[in-house]
């Protein structure tokens, strides 16, 4: 019996496929269909994405040499800020650098941040010797890294180094 699927290509006269590349071109896009409709859903305007595929806003800010984010006011440079309402605002308070931001779309977010190092290589155990959080909702948001530590002890010296090493912060948000 001959595959439905086959009868639907175009294929020209004294082409040569092979049957093994035919199958696997055809497993291939049925793949790349079912994984398509997997992540859309059909709602009232038709065919809807309703997952935070694409980033609705993305700043890129460095911290302003001399000065580092252990510093009690360190100044912080919005190189580019795209998507937020305003441009993000950054405070420092109790031994937390916190970067806040506002967005049009109210739902919850999704938050990718990356970190630029001073240094050539990162010297430390990244879990151990950087805190930091992000959260947002109702469209605010905002991006908190601890400076140094008040509650282990003997780790306070490396997060305040690891707070200095931090040169740059790349943070891309995502609302439902």
């Not at 175009?10 to 035919?22: N, R």
């Not at 696997?24 to 049925?30: C, Q, S």
């Not at 984010?69 to 031994?95: C, I, K, V």
């Not at 049009?104 to 930091?132: C, H, M, S």
């Amino acid at each position: 019996m001959i595959d439905p699927k086959l009868t639907s290509l175009k294929i020209g006269d004294g082409e040569i496929v092979s049957v093994e590349a035919l199958h696997e071109g055809i497993d291939l896009f049925n793949d790349f269909r079912n994984a398509m409709l997997a992540q859309h859903r059909f709602g009232k305007a038709g065919l809807v994405h309703p997952s935070p595929l694409f980033a609705e806003a993305v700043a890129y800010l460095t911290v302003d040499i001399p000065g580092n984010l252990a510093d009690s006011s360190p100044n912080l440079t919005t190189h580019w800020a795209e998507g937020f309402t305003s441009n993000p605002r950054f405070r420092f308070q109790d031994f937390w650098a916190t970067i806040e931001w506002e967005v049009e779309r109210k739902g919850p977010q999704l938050i990718n941040v990356g970190f630029e190092w001073a240094t050539a290589q990162y010297p430390y155990d990244f879990y151990w010797d950087i805190r930091w959080r992000a959260s947002g909702i109702g469209g605010k948001g905002k991006l908190e890294i601890a400076t140094e530590n008040r509650v282990e002890e003997g780790r306070g010296d490396r997060r305040r180094a690891t707070a200095q090493d931090i040169r740059g912060i790349l943070i891309v948000v995502r609302t439902f």
